[in-house]
Structures are given as structure tokens and as C-alpha cells.
């Protein structure tokens, strides 16, 4: 078809003010891809900073686990060291940053909601900041993983009493008879205490005895009576029963460190002619 052909069809003129607009808008629209924004923050001194209102916002912290407190309606999330903004309307958003539960540092941010792209925002601190901050998660990883060792202990000095009250050896125990200086000692009137049995592990004895109450009325037998007679004593539990009657008993469990030397056998030299 002759692109000079006349349709019969008129289109109406375009008023000049039209045609700017929409060249202005034509060049927001290709310049709306936002980089993310550096931002240093000083903790104690509050920063304001535009979000995207409607939008899910990025927040890039120092942090390894960070922890936001707000009283905002904005919705917040964190992931790994990223903080995650969204707010519904244009109410500012106030709210707080700090490592974890340690409220030695903490950043203070005012989030402004505009009619913007979605933004992410990373947040840096100074060089004193960053240096009080180490220390911080340093002590806090020396001191999770202490703890962290010391529940396992735990729950396996529980696992080894429980095996003992149901009539188990705990593997890697050996039982036998115990020694004059093998002895349980408990410092609480009116019991007597006998001691029968010894599992000797690695390091670890479990020296195993009766209790029984030798007075006239019932008492409630005292296991931190038997910690304090010597150092090695690790834990202590009575089974089944820590309540006695008149001349009731129960069985009683005492875990000690054995020492170092203890544990090691003797090794015949082959110096000697008893080469097999």
C-alpha cells in the first residue's frame, strides 16, 4: 500500500506541553535503576536515609547476626547479615541495629518512605567501631563455644547416670571393684555411705554406692554433700529415690576426674628379653 494514501482518517493535533511530559517521564523511567548507597554510620548518632515506600527494602549491615528493635508497623526480617525493610505507607520507621543481643553497639536509623525504587543500603562503620565490634563477636565466639562444651559434658554425664539407674555399663566403661583410697565421701548426718562399685573410663571414674539413712526420721539426702570433700568430684546424683525413710537406701553415683597418670597402663620395654 502507497504509505501517502489517504485513509480518510484525522488525527487530532498534539498540544506541545503533552510531548514534554511524556519526554520527561520517558527519561525518569530510563534513569529509575538506583545503585546501592554506601552510608558510614556512627553508633549512638541517628541517620535518616530514603526507602522505598511499598517496596521491599535491603539493608547491608556490619553485623554477622544482626537484631532490629522497632516499635514501627514496617515489616522487618533479617537473613544472615542483611536487614530486610518494608513499610506500607509514608510514616518514618525508626529502629535500632545491634549484633546480636549485645547492646554495646547500636545503629540508630530513621527510615524515610518515598516514591522511590526499591533500595539497598550498605551501612559501614569507622575504624574505632569496627575495632570494638571484633573484640565483641570475638569474646562472644570464645564464650559460645566454652558453653557449647560444657553442655555436651553435660549431657553425657546425664547419659552416663542414666545408663547406670537402668543396670547399664556405659560403653567405654569398664566395671570393677573399687580401691581402699576408691572411696565415696559425704559430709550429711545421719547417712551412711558405702561404696561397692568403680567404672573407670578414659579419664572419668564413676564411683558407684549406698546411701542409707541411719536416723529415726526421714530426711532428703544432700548430693552437694559429697562434692565438697574433694576437688575431682564432677557430678553427683542419687537414684532412685533422694527422699529416705528410717533406714531406707538408694544407690548413689559419684563422677571424678581420674588423673592423667591414672589412666595410662604401664608398657613393657622390649629391652628387657620378654620380646614376643
Known sequence: ???????????????ASVLQAANRQAAATSTTSVAPQHIQVKPGINELMPIAVGHLNRLVTPFEHPVVTTTSQA???????????????ETPVTLYITPGDNQDIALSLTLIPKRIPAREIHLSLDQDSYKLLSKLQSSSNTSGKIGDQQQAYIAQIKSLFRDLGLQKTPPGFSLRDP?????????????????GQVLEGHDL????GVA?????????????SCA????????????????LGQNESTELYVAVRQAPDASSALRPSLLNGSQP
Not at 571414674?205 to 558407684?208: E, N, R
Not at 542409707?212 to 552437694?224: A, M, S, V, Y
Open 1 to 15: 500500500m502507497d504509505q501517502n494514501t489517504d485513509l480518510g482518517i484525522e488525527l487530532p493535533p498534539v498540544d
Open 75 to 89: 515489616t522487618t526480617s533479617t537473613k544472615g547479615k542483611i536487614v530486610y525493610v518494608a513499610t506500607a505507607d
Open 179 to 195: 580401691s581402699q583410697g576408691e572411696q565415696i565421701q559425704c559430709l550429711q548426718d545421719r547417712v551412711q555411705i558405702k561404696t
Open 205 to 208: 571414674l564413676i564411683l558407684v
Open 212 to 224: 542409707r539413712n541411719t536416723g529415726l526420721k526421714p530426711l532428703e539426702f544432700d548430693e552437694r
Open 228 to 243: 565438697t570433700t574433694q576437688d575431682e568430684v564432677l557430678a553427683v546424683a542419687a537414684w532412685p529415690k533422694v527422699v
